[in-house]
T-cell receptor
């Protein structure tokens, strides 16, 4: 693995189903993030993690949960998908020392296109 | 929380001309202001960033200016080329909470 990867690349999901989007980075970055990108709205932060074992809520956290069991992985779970969660999801990571410090460049994964029908 | 507004939403320029994109933010605690370029179907990639203790930063044809008093910052691209065509996002961040503008679709016509 080189950099940050996401899986799956795309997914069509029936409403009400549970889905986990995977994100893995091999850069040993402390901080990781999940964004959703909708047309005309830019990128909106869902959840973030400053370091393994800690997570925080972003701008639009409702309907999503995350975990950070180790440095490399940051999965995003939709417990019961709804059509309004149709979006492109980007995972990102940065080499930031938590909890309060200057923010550094965020490296983005390739994205997951999710369609909830 | 932080609110970032970006203008214009679309911008079309002739090759060789300059392009300017402007952003305003609301949270005076924001101390990091990156600009990302996103080509169609690709991931956002950082092109330049500026921190709150600096007023201007240049990198070849790209420059960013920051006015902390007025809470606005701008991206300037000179001598534009067709490969500059993309969507550009500004962002304002403090303590890893980054908020993005809605984006500007830049088209450079050859």
């Amino acid at each position: 693995i080189a950099g940050i990867t996401q899986a799956p690349t795309s997914q069509i999901l029936a409403a009400g189903r549970r889905m986990t989007l995977r994100c893995t980075q091999d850069m040993r970055h402390n901080a990781m993030y999940w964004y959703r990108q909708d047309l005309g709205l830019g990128l909106r932060l869902i959840h973030y993690s400053n370091t393994a074992g800690t997570t925080g809520k972003g701008e639009v956290p409702d309907g999503y949960s995350v975990s950070r069991a180790n440095t490399d992985d940051f999965p995003l779970t939709l417990a019961s998908a709804v059509p309004s969660q149709t979006s492109v999801y980007f995972c990102a990571s940065s080499d930031s020392t938590p909890p309060r410090c200057p923010t550094y460049e965020q490296y983005f994964g390739p994205g997951t296109r999710l369609t909830v029908t | 929380g932080e609110n970032v507004e970006q203008h214009p939403s679309t911008l079309s320029v002739q090759e060789g001309d300059s392009a300017v994109i402007k952003c305003t933010y609301s949270d005076s605690a924001s101390n990091y202001f990156p600009w990302y370029k996103q080509e169609l179907g690709k991931r956002p990639q950082l092109i330049i960033d500026i921190r709150s203790n600096v007023g201007e930063k240049k990198d070849q044809r790209i420059a960013v200016t920051l006015n902390k008093t007025a809470k606005h910052f701008s991206l300037h691209i000179t001598e534009t080329q067709p490969e500059d065509s993309a969507v550009y996002f500004c962002a304002a961040a403090s303590n890893n909470d980054m908020r993005f503008g809605a984006g500007t679709r830049l088209t450079v016509k050859p």
